[in-house]
């Protein structure tokens, strides 16, 4: 079969879908089904439009990049990774291009859960008269509640389980988000819940995620494709960016098409 009909067919099952968590769940099970070459082409091809501003394409690849982002698939995006240099496949190798390197290692996450008291402390969350730090279970307990002042606490917790469950919370707003993925330092882990979650298909929140220098560049990069040209010119012209995320940004530029007629009219 054709790229370009694999490409179309990859692009109409995942569009039938409505829901986001679906739509990446089904692009899952795709990039495991496929064989590799037949899969590279395919997205390969789906990249190159989604640069072109088609539409359907460009909605396509956000499922592709949260599939991507999903967790254990690091090592499928590694061989597509591969493919896409060995076959010159530009536009997948400009979605995929830096080495993922391990973002929660078991060294990490043992060094989170010594210090699970400190962040309690730090957060002025305690237990009881006795004013006992919180454990970590406690703190993912209390991120489930209804309670905004508590939600920003723990928005402020730098374990990234902790976060997880924060951005289940049907209090958390888009505001509280960007903030969070703006907030300097930053920390890897917390951003990348972030990248897997929900609220990176809000604009506002994708671009800050982007602009955080704190942010993994595998991911920065990957996130990068989605967004519209005046985010990629944004992207490009700050200096606390990676140089690499600045130039993948430039090289999405050159291949959008020109916007046609008065200015504002076609953002892509």
């Known amino acids: 079969m054709d790229r370009s009909v694999q490409a179309d067919a990859l692009v109409r099952a995942t569009l039938s879908l409505s829901d986001a968590s679906l739509r990446a769940q089904y692009v899952v099970s795709v990039l495991r089904a496929w064989p590799l070459e037949t899969l590279g082409h395919a997205l390969d091809a789906l990249c190159r439009r989604a640069e072109q501003a088609d539409t359907g394409s460009r909605e396509a690849l956000v499922a592709v990049v949260d599939a991507f982002n999903a967790e254990g698939m690091g090592s499928l995006v590694q061989r597509l990774r591969e493919q896409a240099v060995g076959e010159s496949l530009l536009a997948l190798e400009r979605l995929i291009r830096t080495p993922v390197r391990g973002l929660h290692s078991g060294d990490a996450t043992a060094e989170l859960a010594r210090s699970s008291e400190d962040d309690s402390r730090a957060l002025g969350l305690a237990r009881g008269e006795s004013g006992r730090p919180l454990t970590l279970g406690e703190r993912k307990s209390l991120a489930r509640r209804p309670d905004r002042e508590t939600i920003q606490r723990l928005l402020a917790d730098p374990h990234p389980d902790v976060i997880q469950r924060c951005l289940r919370n049907p209090r958390l707003t888009e505001d509280d988000l960007v903030a969070l993925a ?55 012209r700050s200096p606390q960016v990676a140089a690499v995320v600045r130039a993948v940004c430039l090289e999405h530029l050159a291949r959008r098409p020109p916007v046609e007629g008065r200015a504002g009219s076609g953002l892509h």
């Not at 800050?208 to 990069?221: F, K």
């Open 182 to 236: 703006a907030k300097r330092p930053g920390r890897g882990e917390v951003l990348f819940e972030i990248a897997r979650s929900r609220w990176i298909h809000r604009p506002r929140v994708r671009l800050a995620v982007v602009l955080n220098p704190a942010t993994p560049l595998e991911l920065a990069v990957r996130i990068a494709g989605l967004l519209l040209r005046p985010e990629l010119a944004m992207v490009a």
